[in-house]
């Protein structure tokens, strides 16, 4: 069974600081890992994605997310908040074996960017 | 370039009423799928669909139903409206179901009362 458990359910900070969204993961086999932004009253779109190449993945918006398997974690970054980085984020995970896997939903993160 | 698109944007059902969500997709994408989405749960996956023709349950699929006739539309049918129903629901497809990404509309708002 996969899951995955966002670890704040809301997170707040000023703009020009850094952010942290927390992620852990659980499957049973090599996972596929994604962050979702949503953003008021939009659908998802697509922040970036892990599927076993570098751990180290960059997205759009100057987001990027660390695989570590030892802490069965993915957690995402930005190094300064802007504004428009106000939303709703969800981390996502599939497992890698199965490319029918349906995607398994994280219950999201709410970040708030305080002027 | 318009993606996915679904309608309505809003409804308000009356309780045992029954609607139709519609969902298209102009990008030939081979999956589709319906979530719906409640206040801090994050999204569920009610039935996805791997091409024309060929249609599976998701983690929540009692009093849904769907079809995949055609690679463009797949629409969720709601028979019998109750309450727990009320929620926003998003259409998504992607080109492949491994490690492509979704592209997803703007949602249904839909209460039931």
């Known amino acids: 069974a996969q899951s995955v458990t966002q670890l704040d359910s809301h997170v707040s900070v000023s703009e020009g600081t850094p952010v942290l969204l927390r992620c852990n993961y659980s499957?049973?086999?090599?996972?596929?890992l994604f962050w979702y932004v949503q953003h008021p009253n939009k659908g998802l779109q697509l922040l970036l994605k892990y599927t076993s190449a570098a751990t180290l993945v960059k997205g759009i918006n100057g987001f990027e997310a660390e695989f570590k398997k030892s802490e069965t974690s993915f957690h995402l970054t930005k190094p300064s908040a802007h504004m428009s980085d106000a939303a709703e984020y969800f981390c996502v995970v599939r497992t890698a074996y199965s490319g029918n896997t349906p995607l398994v939903f994280g219950k999201g993160t709410r970040l708030s960017v305080i002027a | 370039n318009a993606g996915v698109t679904q309608t309505p944007k809003f409804r308000i059902l009356k309780i045992g009423q029954s609607m139709t969500l519609q969902c298209t997709q102009d990008?030939?994408?081979?999956?589709m799928y319906w979530y719906r989405q409640d206040p801090g749960m994050g999204l569920k996956l009610i039935y996805y669909s791997v091409g024309a023709g060929i249609t599976d349950k998701g983690e929540v699929p009692n009093g849904y139903n769907v079809s995949r006739s055609t690679t463009e539309d797949f629409p969720l049918r709601l028979e019998l409206a109750a309450p727990s129903q009320t929620s926003v629901y998003f259409c998504a497809s992607s080109d492949t179901g491994a490690n492509e990404k979704l592209f997803f509309g703007s949602g249904t708002q839909l209460s039931v009362l």
């Open positions: 990008m030939n994408h081979n999956y």
């Open positions: 499957s049973s086999y090599s996972p596929s």
